[in-house]
């Protein structure tokens, strides 16, 4: 899914996030639980392609840390539409 700078990626739980905006969300439910990712979580993205692919890694920090918690990997993503 390409990157638009509109849009921000936000985590719904901690093996739930949600990418888009409007009409159209992108939901991703990580393969597992992921330690360290709750809704107030600053996410860091690690991607090389300029898309959210499956299996990009993400953590999250939390708010007046210095250190990101553990990698995880993205999952499938899933389109919903608001009608």
């Given at each position: 899914?390409?990157?638009?700078?509109?849009?921000?990626l936000r985590v719904i739980d901690s093996r739930t996030l949600a990418y888009g905006s409007g009409r159209t969300i992108q939901?991703?439910?990580l393969p597992g639980a992921c330690p360290g990712l709750h809704p107030l979580t600053t996410l860091i993205i690690e991607t090389?392609?300029?898309?959210?692919c499956r299996g990009d890694r993400v953590r999250g920090v939390d708010a007046g840390m210095n250190i990101?918690?553990?990698s995880c990997?993205?999952?499938n993503w899933e389109t919903?539409?608001?009608p």
């Open positions: 899914m390409p990157i638009q700078s509109s849009q921000s939901i991703n439910r090389t392609s300029g898309n959210y990101p918690g553990p990997g993205l999952g919903y539409r608001r």
